[in-house]
Structures are given as C-alpha cells and as structure tokens.
C-alpha cells in the first residue's frame, strides 16, 4: 500500500509548489512591460519588448522566460499526489463521486469566486479610468460566466479573460472528474495511465471545430490530461522502486541526474523534454531522497499551502497596482526596480497567507461539514 511505502507528507513537494507558483508570477511580470503599448498580449513573447528590463533579470531569467512551463509541472504534481492519495480509495469506494466533488469544491471554489469577483471590479475600474482593460481585453458576460463556473480553459471562449490563469485550474477540474473515472473503474495499470498520456498530447495535435480549437481549448486540455497521468505513472515507478528497497547510492544517483537534467535543459522549443522527463525525474529524486533522510523542510511547507493563493491573488494584485501607481504620484518605471520586485513579492505572500488562514480554510471546513453528511473522509 501507498501509505507503508511513503511518509504521510512529502514537504519537498509542498516546496516544490510554491516554487512553481511563484515562477508563474515571474513570467507575469512582463504584464507590466505590455500595459500601456496598445499590444494584446496573451500569454506569448512579443520580440519588440525590451524583456531586460524587468528587475533583476541576469539573476531570474529562467523564471521570466521560462516560468510559464510550471503549470506543467503543476498539472504533474497533481497527478502524483492525486494517486498517492485518492487512486485506492477511489478504488475501493471509501471516496464517493459526491465525497470527492465536495472535497475539491470546497478546496478549490472559494477563493477562485472572490478572486473573479475582485478582477471584475478592479478590471471595471481601470476601463472607466484609464480606458482599457489591463491585458485581457475578453470581460464580458458571457465569459464571466465561463469563469463562474470553471470552463474558461475549455474552449468554449478565450481563456484569457478576467482572472486569466483560472485556465489551468478549469482544466485540471475536468481532469479530476477523468481521474475519479478511471479509479472507479480500475484503469491504474501503468499502460492505462500511458494511454491517457497519449491522449494528452494527440489532443494537443487534434484537428477539431474551429469554433473550439481557435480558443486553444484542446491544447490546454491536452497539456493538462498528459501532465496529470505522467505524474500518475511517476508515483507507480515510485513505489516500484521503493518496494525493491533502493541502495544510497542509487538514490544519490537519481538526485544527481536531476541536478544534471535541470542544467542540461534545453530551451523552449523543446517543451515536450520537460512534460515526459525533466519534471517526473524531478518528482522521483524528491521522493527517493525524503524517504531516505530527513529534508529540514518541514518548516518551508506553507509555500505549498499557498501555492495556489499566488497563483489566484498575483494577476488581481497587479491590476491594483497598475490603479494605485498614480494616485500614488509614482513613475511606471518603478515596476522596473528591484524595490518593486520584493515589495510585490512580500506583499503577494502576505495575502496568500493571510487567504488560506481566513479564507480558503475556513470556507473549505464550512463547506465539508455542510456537504458531506459523513464527515471528511
């Protein structure tokens, strides 16, 4: 069983989380770059953009050029702890579909409602004052009930609207409902999850509608349903290897490659590197290591309690910024500076800490004993 082979928590991948999450915001730095250039930006590279400017760059160019490749390992991570954890439950009926609905509702909806209710007024704001959306120009009704409802990541509208990361988190919501389906079912052989793999990444290649494939719904479903089950197949090569009962050395070596995988990396064009071997290598030295010795990592752990508060909080936080610069007397060029990083930074886990003590825990311990008539699982 998962539990005699691995320890009730892996803190290593809560800090692997937060890390992931605050790569994210690197990568979103560059809203303030774009803001003011009458450029729409979607998530893409603009090559007339003067990139160096961002605070500190030389230091964290692999996050500001790179960082939009977390949410792969996000969709990884997930995968991985949503087998260690549900797979035999699911399995063996201990988790219903209403049980499991509910635990993901109420971990997931509650700060993503406060999050989209908070863009909408700010995004309202800064048309009235300064003419224009701040980067997603898509806030409508229509899509505001797209985000309503966890489907902005599914093609049936742009996914960069209102709080435009919410795409991820549309997708992997779909994703779950596949996962619970195919435990219940008893699909958790290796091959099975490498067919869903496969699934993922014809997705991504897949001739569909023009209505649904001009929102790129199929390509985020796909990165999300192959990221998932790559994390799944990684927690089974796991707990193979840990039932073998692995010699130090090996688990130095697996740690070492990862190392060496990480600064061997090859540049963007070849993403598929990352999805199929850096980040499951990545996942299996962490887990090969924290269950040899003991990471003093416990204490770093809330980086993955937040992790997701960043990554909802970081976009509406700059649009609060954007509308606060002038009523504050301040240069746009101070987005630029080293002092505008690390105060968005702190100001950005401040607020993550302070939703998941008095928000999203409350609401999710709110909503579970209201929901579920059996107490939480």
Not at 145 to 161: Q, W
Not at 310 to 321: M, N, T, V, W
Not at 367 to 374: D, F, K, P
Request: hydrophobic content about 55%.
């Amino acid at each position: 069983m998962q539990t005699q082979l691995l320890p009730k928590h892996l803190y290593s991948l809560d800090v692997l989380r937060g890390i992931a999450a605050l790569a994210v915001v690197f990568w979103h730095w560059k809203h303030f770059l774009v803001y003011g250039t009458g450029l729409d930006l979607e998530f893409i590279n603009f090559p007339e953009l003067d990139y160096d400017r961002q605070p500190l760059f030389p230091l964290f160019e692999p996050f500001y050029s790179q960082g939009i490749r977390a949410v792969d390992l996000f969709f990884c991570i997930s995968g991985f702890v949503f087998y260690w954890l549900y797979s035999n439950r699911v399995r063996e009926g201990e988790v219903d579909l209403r049980q499991f609905s509910v635990l993901r509702f109420s971990r997931l909806y509650p700060l993503h409602f406060v999050t989209l209710i908070t863009v909408a007024s700010l995004q309202a704001f800064i048309l009235v004052e300064q003419g224009r959306f701040f980067i997603f120009e898509t806030n409508d009704f229509y899509h505001f009930i797209l985000s309503l409802f966890f489907l902005s990541g599914l093609g049936l509208g742009s996914p960069y609207s209102f709080n435009a990361p919410v795409w991820s988190v549309s997708a992997e919501v779909l994703v779950y409902f596949l996962f619970f389906a195919a435990c219940r079912r008893g699909w958790a052989r290796p091959w099975q999850l490498a067919f869903f793999v496969s699934v993922g990444f014809l997705l991504q290649e897949a001739s569909l509608p023009a209505n649904f494939d001009a929102y790129g719904g199929r390509v985020m479903i796909g990165r999300c349903v192959a990221g998932f089950f790559i994390g799944g197949l990684t927690f089974y090569l796991a707990r193979y290897l840990l039932k073998r009962g692995l010699s130090r050395g090996f688990r130095v070596a697996i740690f070492g490659l990862s190392i060496f995988l990480w600064w061997a990396a090859p540049d963007r064009h070849l993403g598929l590197f990352y999805t199929v071997v850096l980040y499951p290598m990545t996942l299996l030295s962490l887990v090969m290591l924290e269950t040899w010795v003991r990471l003093p990592l416990r204490r770093l752990s809330w980086l993955g309690d937040i992790s997701y508060s960043i990554y909802l909080i970081h976009f509406p936080l700059q649009i609060l910024l954007v509308i606060m610069l002038p009523l504050l007397g301040m240069n746009p060029d101070f987005f630029f500076t080293p002092t505008a990083l690390f105060a968005f930074f702190g100001v950005l886990i401040a607020l993550g800490l302070a939703s998941f003590h008095w928000l999203e825990r409350p609401a999710e311990e709110w909503l579970r004993n209201r929901l579920l008539e059996r107490g939480n699982p």
